[in-house]
């Protein structure tokens, strides 16, 4: 046990400090940005957190809280601790998920298939690019699988009451951070009352206990984010209201099959083959009851979860580790016991290791990595050669102040970037635009009609840079910008007819680039360049 502790916290902890790549928006803007916000007082708030009925719980942004709050007190925000240290911290939650892991494989399965279920967790490409990183979607696969683990699968078991407890306890914190989690727990106690459907008192006690630790929790997420807001919040219930409504499909609608074809073949990856035959195996008559059950929630989640229009591959993360017991049902029974097996065992291992490992190695150190280095270099600049920054890129495509840390850029004025407000006032989805989308239609009109005709170069600050998040604004399309010190855009702008003339001749040119790896998305082609206004401009 204490070795797998050390495997999973060094694996797990290592990529979180070695990932320096741009995943998703979420990882910073939902997360640390927040936290950074509130210890520090500056940061950007998207519109989940300004609307006038938030849609997100301050509890998994608070997680980070202490580290930013402990920097903050000794004055080492300043220093590398202030990325380094979150990492540090979800990298541990992050390990979590391997640890109960072989508990919870032990308990479905038995302990024949504990190495096998943590050898395809270990050598998991959706682990490796997202299990260690600071998405909401990551500590709730850890909570999620903490509390499976101490699932009840056998009622008769003399402990059943306290790991019931525990259960209840890391449920409910999963869903705090996402309350969609209700999803997989929805299946899990419907079969776990039926199973005791002859035991009318332990029924009865058990919904009482999971009815008390329920509202326990929900008044203590009322009351954390209330003070945090300064009045009543009741955040889970907007998250269901506005996920429910059409405001969810601003971020894209996907075919009912998303997560058949697209999400579980890409978070189960190299292990696919094995999930497959390990869920017709579960079918069998001589499967174990709990394997049984973890084929169901799979399937339950799966078909919930499909109703949305929006879909993404992460909100399935959960079902991951369970997929992986699948796994190591197919992977051990197929090696059988005997010598040729087992080597044909080691064959297989070492096929997965070189799958795995570099797809890991490329989405963790260089896909994506422009975009979060731009903001290293600019936080080493000094103060003369960045009096404001502007973001010519869709919307979030960086990380921001968490990672930026620049007290003398608090004023949106300064720093800011393009925003992306979904449509909030009962706008049409199907045709409504967003300031990203304007500016991408046409950057030369957009840079001509919304700029000054010259740079000024005192760099005053932009009066109207971006949409205000949450707020309903008079005018449709109210943005007016001054031209920046310093512009950041994608290489693939220049491309666009007139732009990179138009900065030529305004006395811009190129001071930094930086381009790792492929990307598929036209816009975010080309690197990402930082151009800087020069005194005297080309002819």
Request: some cysteine.
């Amino acid at each position: 046990m204490q070795q797998l502790v050390l495997t999973a916290l060094v694996l797990r902890i290592g990529i979180a400090l070695s990932t320096c790549t741009f995943f998703q928006p979420d990882e910073y803007y939902q997360s640390l940005e927040v936290a950074h916000y509130l210890v520090f007082g500056y940061g950007q708030l998207t519109w989940e957190w300004l609307a006038s009925k938030p849609i997100r719980s301050i509890v998994y942004p608070a997680l980070n809280v202490p580290i930013y709050w402990a920097l903050k007190v000794l004055h080492l925000d300043h220093t590398s601790a202030l990325i380094w240290g979150p990492k540090f911290m979800h990298g541990t939650i992050a390990a979590c998920t391997d640890i109960w892991l072989a508990h919870l494989t032990r308990e479905v399965v038995g302990e024949r298939y504990v190495n096998a279920a943590l050898f395809f967790s270990f050598t998991s490409f959706f682990h490796g690019l997202s299990l260690s990183r600071s998405i909401s979607n990551s500590a709730e696969t850890s909570f999620t699988t903490v509390a499976l683990s101490y699932f009840p699968w056998d009622v008769n078991s003399s402990r059943w009451s306290q790991d019931l407890n525990k259960t209840l306890l890391f449920a409910a914190l999963a869903c705090a951070i996402r309350p969609t989690n209700a999803v997989i727990w929805v299946f899990m106690f419907a079969w776990l009352l039926w199973t005791i459907r002859g035991r009318p008192s332990v029924i009865l006690a058990t919904i009482l206990t999971a009815s008390l630790t329920g509202t326990f929790v929900i008044f203590a997420i009322i009351v954390l984010d209330s003070v945090f807001y300064g009045e009543l919040a009741l955040t889970a219930l907007n998250f269901l209201r506005t996920n429910a409504s059409s405001v969810s499909l601003f971020y894209g609608r996907s075919p009912w099959h998303y997560y058949l074809t697209q999400a579980i073949p890409i978070l189960a990856t190299t292990a696919l083959p094995w999930v497959v035959r390990g869920a017709y195996l579960a079918t069998g008559p001589t499967a174990p009851a709990p394997l049984k059950i973890i084929l169901g929630v799979i399937a339950w989640t799966t078909l919930v979860y499909s109703l949305a229009g929006h879909k993404e591959w992460r909100f399935i993360h959960p079902l991951l580790p369970l997929m992986h017991i699948l796994a190591s049902k197919a992977f051990v029974d197929a090696s059988g016991t005997k010598s040729a097996p087992s080597t044909r065992r080691i064959l297989r291992c070492r096929l997965f290791i070189a799958l795995s490992v570099p797809a890991i190695a490329y989405v963790a150190l260089l896909h994506g990595r422009a975009q979060v280095d731009v903001i290293h270099y600019l936080r080493g600049l000094s103060p003369n050669v960045s009096t404001s920054v502007g973001f010519l890129m869709p919307c979030h495509s960086t990380p921001w102040q968490a990672f930026l840390h620049r007290q003398d850029l608090i004023d949106e004025g300064r720093l800011w970037a393009l925003g992306c407000e979904p449509p909030l006032h009962g706008q049409d989805v199907a045709v409504y635009k967003d300031q990203t989308d304007i500016f991408y239609e046409s950057p030369l009109d957009y840079l001509q009609t919304r700029f000054p005709l010259r740079v000024n170069p005192a760099f005053p600050p932009s009066s109207h840079p971006r949409s205000r998040p949450g707020v309903n604004m008079q005018e449709q399309h109210p943005w007016r910008h001054e031209w920046p010190q310093n512009l950041v855009f994608f290489g693939a702008l220049l491309q666009q007819p007139g732009v990179q003339d138009l900065l030529l001749a305004l006395g811009y040119g190129e001071v930094w680039r930086a381009e790792h790896g492929w990307e598929g998305d036209d816009r975010r082609k080309g690197g990402v360049r930082v151009w800087r206004y020069r005194d005297a401009p080309e002819s």
